[in-house]
């Protein structure tokens, strides 16, 4: 019986936004599983971090400080990443992120911003890819990183939320325009996640002593809220996006897996205050 490998020894991956939060997780979890990695990030002292890091795992590191929502440059960085290490196995779409505000309030700038940064960002680094997976004969990986705002309502994150949406669809319809090269689509789909843009560290290193915590009330309203009664872990991206790069999915494609204790399964159930699932109005 195969009994399969997580190993991506020999692999090279890129991932976009990959010097903070569950982008530089699911670097490090990359490269500590033998893969080779250009990190993309538009704080240029977040790319250096992560790849001194995924150097101490003995794998080699392509810094690529750049602006996601730049489709050229980000091209310019698949190209880079293909070049330096001969192929190209892994393509990790995350660059993402979003402000709350109704869409009443939003102005075209506003949401064509959302759409740059979560959506055609996507697009620009996929299409980049995908003739160097195909050219190289093995297959690839392609993961998007996508949020369980895709899959329901999300008031004041209407933009992100769409995005999000055509993500989750690009990644099947993807799956199955790729099957035929062995290139494989799916997509992770967290709910609250700690990262630094979750703790406001949006601009220079990341910086752990700089975070928000967080209140005794939002502490409270996740344990209602999320069934496992924290929030994710970055790593715990990471760990589903080395299973999706490796031969142990071999199988799987064009599929979207909540990250998320729970959330997506609860379905609108919270606890009450002695930790009794109910569902509202009666919450
Ligand atoms: N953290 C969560 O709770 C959560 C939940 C659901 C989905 N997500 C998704 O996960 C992904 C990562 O989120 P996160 O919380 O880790 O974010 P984060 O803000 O903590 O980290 C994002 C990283 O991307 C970089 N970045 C931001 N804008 C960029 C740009 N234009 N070009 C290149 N790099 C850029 C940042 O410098 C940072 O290092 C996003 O797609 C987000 O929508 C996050």
Known sequence: MDTGTLSLDGQAALVTGGGGGIGRAIALCLAAHGADVCVVDIVPERCDEVAARVAEYGRTALPFPADA????????????????FGRLDILVNNAGGVS????????????RRHIDLNLVSNLAATSAAIPHMIAGGRGGAIINVTSIEASRAAPGYAVYAACK?????????????????????????????VTPGTRGNFTGPVDESKWHQPSAAQVEAIRK?????????????????????SAMSSYITGTVVPVDGGTWASGGWVRDSTGKWILPPEA
Do not use: S
């Open 69 to 84: 929502m730049q489709a050229d440059t980000l091209r310019d960085a698949v190209e880079a990443a293909a070049k330096t």
């Open 165 to 193: 949406a055509g993500i989750n669809n690009l990644t099947r319809t993807l799956a199955v325009e790729l099957a035929e090269h062995d290139i494989r689509v799916n997509a992770i789909a967290p709910d609250f996640t």
């Open 100 to 111: 709350r505000r109704d869409f009443a309030a939003l102005q075209e700038k506003n949401w």
């Open 225 to 245: 809220r999320i069934p496992a009664g924290r929030p994710g872990i970055d790593a715990e991206c990471g760990h589903l996006a080395v299973f999706l790069a």
